[in-house]
């Protein structure tokens, strides 16, 4: 079965901490996704890659970095954590052209920033 | 930013009922895709919707893209209370670079 793996089902960190996210991905998809999801918000993409070493920005990429070294894993730094960035991260990863095909996405880690 | 708006935002009905649930836009996508999301976990693909007045189903699902490719809708028949979620749709840009646009979701509740 193809799936996206997200180290961290929860997590909780301390303001000011440096928190990094780990996502990887066995379908050797070329694009990979970082959402949050907040209740009466919605989704909202943080950052996007569509190849190793490549990084678009989202519309959400304030306060966030992301790392993409190989094809398979993409990770989500959060530099120095606040807790207005408490929220459910949810990674995704699509193959090919993204009209046809939709994203596959992992079961989400639940950060908590105290 | 291309909008996509869902509606009832809640809904909470008796097993056997029927539903439809709907998500509209002032843009037009190439693609649109439904996903359902059960708590804690990450939303799952149902279905993507191509071409203008396409009709997919999916079991008692059946999923509709409208004609000017701008809006969707979800029937489903007789639910059940496994299909108690929250219900997604995503809007696919006209290129493959752009940014796909997801609606608030529909949160649906079928009681026994």
């Known amino acids: 079965d193809v799936k996206v793996t997200q180290s961290s089902r929860y997590l909780v960190k301390r303001t000011g901490e440096k928190v990094f996210l780990e996502c990887v991905q066995d379908?050797?998809?070329?694009?990979m996704f970082w959402y949050r999801q907040d209740p009466g918000l919605g989704l909202r993409l943080i950052y996007f890659?569509?190849?190793?070493?490549?990084?678009e920005k989202g519309d959400i990429p304030e306060g966030y970095s992301v790392s993409r070294e190989k094809k398979e894993r993409f990770s989500l730094i959060l530099e120095s954590a606040s807790t207005n960035q408490t929220s459910m991260y949810l990674c995704?990863?699509?193959?090919?052209?993204?009209?046809?095909?939709?994203?596959?996405f992992g079961s989400g880690t639940r950060l908590t920033v105290v | 930013t291309q909008l996509l708006e869902q509606s009832p935002q809640f809904l909470s009905i008796q097993e056997g009922e029927n539903l439809t649930v709907y998500c509209n836009s002032s843009?037009?996508?190439?693609?649109l895709q439904w996903y359902r999301q059960e708590p804690g976990e990450g939303p799952v693909l149902l279905v993507t919707?191509?071409?203008?007045?396409e009709v997919k189903k999916l079991k008692r699902l059946t999923f509709q893209f409208g004609d000017a490719r701008k809006d969707s809708s979800l029937h489903i028949t007789a639910a059940q209370t496994g299909d108690t979620g929250l219900y997604l749709c995503?809007?696919?840009?006209?290129?493959?670079?752009?940014?796909?646009?997801f609606g608030d979701g529909t949160t649906l509740t079928v009681k026994p």
């Open positions: 919707v191509v071409t203008g007045g």
């Open positions: 379908m050797d998809h070329e694009n």
């Open positions: 995704a990863s699509s193959f090919g052209d993204r009209r046809y095909y939709g994203y596959t």
């Open positions: 843009s037009v996508f190439s693609s």
């Open positions: 890659s569509y190849d190793v070493k490549m990084k």
């Open positions: 995503a809007g696919v840009p006209g290129t493959n670079a752009g940014k796909s646009t």
